[in-house]
């Protein structure tokens, strides 16, 4: 916390509404919890849709057209050399092995069929995400920066390429708090067989305090760490422990008269909160049978599937932010089975959740997002004999929402025959982010914090809102 | 030949015919005024580029000449047109007439009045610009109570002598006092007790490390490489350098210079060479399929912009994609400076991958040195076929028989890596690279070609080489001449005492930044700073001997109502310690802290599940012995997945440079102090001592033990009745006695107190 922001604590809050006018942040209180009415009244710039976002980030960047984007032309070419149009001008991953033996189209041989009431477009390797059809966005053609994993990912959560900028749900705490008084504002989850690619830099603050970082929540022990006492240290001793840590605390309170000193005695008690919350979180007990099978959730194992459950209870208590990783999508060499796999594992966990949070009238608040850092070309790539995958492609990939404020059903933007490049209208990363805040009642333009002499925002000097994406 | 040329044009334009003359004044000067010169004027270079000028004109912007005399395809002319990529003015068109008439003027010859030839120097009056003038006063608290008078305001009482103690000590060496100094200051009844104190620290080799975690903020310091493989990498040399450097109080300039440029001077000293690590601390990538120019040029651009801050105060990132929006710095100066660190022999393409972090220095000889290369090949291979092996996993890595196979080749190889020193350096290469203005901050882009120089807003650089070096930057930055290198550092300074600078923006004097809110004082500082030849202890010792830094920190009403941030120091500010500090003072009130100074980075423990956040999984292998206790500031630390003790305590991120760190107050941060295994082990420790040695005493008198030890100072009465209450109940809920166990959790609390945490 800034000292300017203790002194007008320790004021009257009209005192802070006046003096900070609706600047947004400098009252957000550097603590991971917000007061909710502080938080509605203060970051706002309009009327949101929604009041909390799940992002389903998947590591590695899925193959758009193995999924979403059908290209049936690209079929009937498969095999036949890339023509040299669709390469120009155009940068790739892995570059120098394309002199060696020029790339070759690559049609999917997956099934696809249509669903719901606008005819969007699933493989069978996602039947149940066909079934939501009629509940979701699909945006094709988006493209992103740059074509390495590590600067792509930063890019999609930062707005930049380059490391110690703060992540999208550093911003969204810093600028309207959380409902949580519990949970940290901004929870990440994480499943798959690695940590993404950049570490903590993707749920970093950056120049952000930081305690607007993202809390890893951990799917095994603890959910965040330090959670549970040290061992031999009951409920009834931890209790009495902070008791005692307030009551000295309050007496030097009284003897300072240092403000920080009583935010320091809500942060204790807060953590209390946090301890006395945590394991009820993560206890799937309350779930029922039908619920568990829904997702494809085990009590204790650590999955997408339990990640997407506990998304759903971490929303239900108020977090803002709640972002998943799920690795594995990087499928240079094979498509194949490794590709059933990870679709397997994220399917139906994901269907499961959209329509867990529309039954239970919280999808209208929430918005829900699923995508990459990226897309994969329409060239195959060989990488061993017999098998085929794809390449990083930067220039048209495939992602969706649903929510509040999301027109159920739209599918917007489209790609060239093969897949290359959009048609119509550029929907870049930042134009996504900008919609991101939009929804949430946040102007990208507007919501900014000053370092090294420059105002910064997620969405750098760009960003447009999607309008065809919104109802 | 340039010149020459110039001035044939000159002589040119001074020959115009008056009819000449008179369709410029009608016909051009209005046009350019209106269309062109809000954004390309002297004092608005954007792109580099003025046109309120011939000469300016002509020389061009950051896509060279704007216009050529005679040429029809001159840039101007092509822009207007908006028959090519560039098209000006923004957003609209001009008539046709009004693009006829440029295009009749560049045929002209580009007729201007003798008022319009030559170009504007621009001069900037803005205050951190102007020269160090030196006030007359005494000292600090002469500057300092006289804006305090200004104000209606009076300094506050020095703090009592326990305070002092505890503040002085952990600003200068970051540790809490003893029992036994504490006791001995107290008692100490001669007038020069508190300078004795002062001298006594800033002679403790732990002065050194409080003044190098400082600095290594500055430096971005961090073990590992950053991005997305984050090996760990060979710097800590360069750490020790500091340490060494700030212990034998070298000079701030000769520090300055070696670490910019100590491989350039002559006869350069290993320990001159290590210095130049510090503007290679920058991360570095190599994960497959990148682009390896790009990211020399991520590092050199961060280069510049930490030089920018940390000695100029002035943010020069803001002219890395156009001219400075605010402060009297082209995108082109920015280039300029860029010339400087841009000939670092550093890995740019593809084919050198497996160079990756050259240059290094190599501390031992010909053979280890070799048998180190060998070892780095074998590790990079093991590194890559882990990744590869990763990329085809998608069950449980932890369980792949031969993941679990690769990783044990890798820590046996770790294990017998050949006992030889090395660390990243600076190095020249033989041939400069080209330089060029990188259009739009994209250096795909290039635009014209810059050498080396310093930005025009400052007084130049005295006998530098024919082509400036980065030696000859080093000197100009700490050249007596430069406004601003001793202000910045002096306010830096400054900052570690009383929370926040003279200017309060530490990092930007600019324009945009804060002013100082007793400019005599800073400028006063300053020259004090010069004029003691850049000795640091010198400085530090007048600031904490000054009357300012002693006052009480206690809130006053009086105080609060005028000047609400305290800003002109009426008072001393309470302020939490730094991440490392609290874990320090930990150490020491426990009496586990290992005084070892510098060495390789340890590994302490750390929470269980918070280093597997990683793509590349890094083993966390907790030191043994008196390495488990080692100050925070050795703590190894890995960019993408730092140790939580210090991320959650603020310490920076180690990706850009941290002049200032934040100081937040959060729920995580009780977590650790409450929950974390080190913290009960120290509580632990405490209790034991506690028990030993006050084993002849009854529970008051463990308690004000207790109680010196943590907090230096005796309990209040109703401190204690309120711990011996919570020690009873400790005792009461006990299933098996255990004095440890009860005074175990009386350390717990204390060791979670605001005031154990804050400095004073």
New interface residues.
Partial sequence: ????DK?LLKRTRRHLFRECGFGIGKAAL????TDKLLAQVNGKHHASKVDRVIFLFMAGAPTQLELFDYKPELVKWDGKTTPESFLKGKRF??M?TFAKEPPKLLGTRRTFKQAGGNGMWFSDLVPHLSTVADDIAMVHGVSTEN?????AKLFTNTGSV???RPSIGSWVTYGIGSESKNL?GFVVL?SG?????????LW?S?FL???Y?G??F?S???P??????????DA???R???E??R???K??LE????A??S??ID??E??YR??TSGPELIDFKQESKETLEMYGAEPGKASYANNCLLARRLVERGVRFVQLYH??W?H??DITK?LD??CGEVDRPTAALIKDLKQRGLLDRTLVVWSGEFGRTPMGEVREKGKIGRN?HIDAFSLFMAGGGVKPGAVVGGTDEFGFSPTGGHINVHDIQATILHLLGIDHLKLTYRF???DFRLTDVAGNVVKPLLS | MRHAICLIFVAAAYAQAPADIEFFDKEIRPLLRTNCQGCHSVNSLNSGLAMDSRDAIIKGGNRGAAAVAGDANSLLLQAVRQDGGLKMPPGRKLAPEQIAKLEDWVKRGLPVPQEFVAAKRRKSTHWAFQPVKRPEAAGVDELVQKKLKEKNLTPSPEADRVTLIRRVSLDLVGLPPTRQEVADFVADSRPDAYERLVDRLLASPHYGERQTRHWLDLARFADSD???I?APRDIFPYRDWVLRALNDDMPFDQFTIEQFAGDLLPNATNDQIIATGFHRNT?S?Y????DFEQYRV?AVADRV?TTG?VWLG??L??ARCHDHK??PISQKEHYQLFAFLNNVDEVDK?ADRKFFNKPFLELGSPEQVAALAKWDAAVQDVEFRIRKH????????DKDPKLIELRAELNTLRKNKPQVQRTLVMRELAKPREHYIHLGGDFTRKGSAVQPAVPAVFPPMKNPNAVPNRLDLAKWLVDKDNPVTARVTMNRIWQQYF??GIVE?E??F?L??DRPTQPELLDWLASEFMAGGWKMKRMHKLIVMSATYRQA???RQDV?AVD??NKFLARQ??L?LDAEIIRDSALTVTGLLSEKLGGPSVYPPI????N??????REWKVSEGEDKYRRGMYTFFQ????H?GL??F?AP?S??TCTRR???????????L????AY?EFAGALAKRVIQEGADKDDAGKLTLAWQQVLQRKP?A??SQ??LA?LT??RD?QKVKSEQ?AWT?VG??LL????FM?R?
């Fill in positions: 916390m800034q000292p300017e002194y550097a603590s991971l919890m991953a892995f120098d074509f390495n994993h590590g600067p380059r490391t110690g940290p994480q067989p690695r940590g993404p690619r950049g570490g903590a830099a970093g950056g305090p930081s305690s970082q809390v890893p951990r095994a022990g603890d965040i760490l330090d959670l549970s006492n040290p061992e031999g240290v009834e001793q931890q009495r422990t902070l005692t840590i009551d000295l605390n007496m030097e003897e300072t008269g240092d920080e000193i935010t320091r942060q204790y807060m953590a946090m301890q690795t594995d990087d240079h060499d490794p796999r990870v990083h090294q002499g420059r | 950053g991005y997305t984050d991360p990538n994960e497959g399929g990148i991520e912009q801050a002035l943010t990132g803001c605010y402060d593809e990763q990329e085809t996993l998608t069950q449980d890595a929370g926040k923006t990092n930007d600019g945009m930044g920190s206690q809130a609060t609400p941030y500010n309470r939490r929470p269980k599940g918070a597997d956040v990683t793509q590349v999984k960019r993408s997945a730092a939580p991320i959650t603020d991120d990706t850009v934040v100081r937040s107050n959060t729920p995580l941060q009780a977590l650790i409450l929950n974390d295994d009960f209040k109703s401190e309120r711990m919570f109940a400790q809920a166990a959790a717990r609390v979670n107190l605001d005031e804050t004073e």
